[in-house]
């Protein structure tokens, strides 16, 4: 059975700390990683992906990817209390089944003010 | 279209009656795919359809549960005899293969 763990939480950050959320995969042949953020009540929205070993920057947002070790994570620098959401881990294997696409039951964040 | 549009919105019906959920993808997107969310729990696949391949439907949890997929475009979902436990989010996201899914806004049903 293919799998994506996250630690449920819920995570609690003090505004302006480092949020960091970590994931990791059964599937080897996994080859390109998403983090979708969900706020409650919403449908999840891309925050970020990564495709090769190391990191990937975008605003406050860190992806960090270790094929060897089959771990993803997001760093959130900074945390805002608008970043309070759960943020999901996917995988993605081209050759895989359901749909190719496997996803993390989800880690809660809380950033308090 | 923008984005991924799902219809309806809210969908509140009672035990045993069927009930069609619609998903219009972003254009020229050929992955489809569709998702159960019940509240408070992470994303349960149901079916994904890929161009003119045969769909993989392993998430499917019965045979009351249909999906087709007409023309590569819009997509529809059809559970028959409903029942209570069949009440969560039904989210359809679409994408171009290999790349991020794109999601709507989901269809909220309740089994009454």
């Known amino acids: 059975q293919k799998e994506v763990e996250q630690n449920s939480g819920p995570l609690s950050v003090p505004e302006g700390a480092i949020a960091s959320l970590n994931c990791t995969y059964s599937?080897?042949?996994?080859?390109?990683f998403f983090w979708y953020r969900q706020y409650s009540g919403k449908s999840p929205e891309l925050i970020m992906f990564?495709?090769?070993?190391g990191d990937k920057e975008d605003g406050r947002f860190t992806a960090q990817l270790n094929k060897a070790s089959q771990y993803v994570s997001l760093l959130i620098r900074d945390s805002q209390p608008s970043d309070s959401a759960t943020y999901l881990c996917?995988?993605?294997?081209?050759?895989?089944?359901?749909?190719?696409?496997?996803f993390g039951k989800g880690t809660k964040l809380s950033v308090k003010p | 279209g923008a984005g991924v549009s799902q219809s309806p919105s809210n969908k509140v019906t009672e035990k045993g009656k069927d009930v069609e959920l619609r998903c219009d993808p972003i254009?020229?997107?050929?992955?489809l795919y569709w998702y159960r969310q019940s509240l408070g729990q992470g994303l349960e696949f149901l079916i994904y359809?890929?161009?003119?391949?045969?769909?993989?439907k392993s998430g499917l949890p019965s045979d009351r549960f249909s999906a087709e997929r007409t023309g590569g475009s819009v997509s529809t979902l059809t559970i028959q005899r409903t029942q209570q436990e069949d009440s969560a989010v039904y989210l359809c996201?679409?994408?171009?293969?290999?790349?991020?899914?794109?999601f709507g806004n989901g269809t909220r049903l309740t089994v009454t």
């Open positions: 254009s020229g997107h050929t992955a």
């Open positions: 599937d080897r042949g996994s080859q390109s």
């Open positions: 359809f890929q161009g003119n391949s045969a769909p993989d």
């Open positions: 996201a679409s994408s171009l293969v290999g790349s991020p899914l794109h």
């Open positions: 996917a995988a993605l294997n081209y050759g895989g089944s359901q749909g190719n696409l496997i």
């Open positions: 990564i495709y090769s070993n």
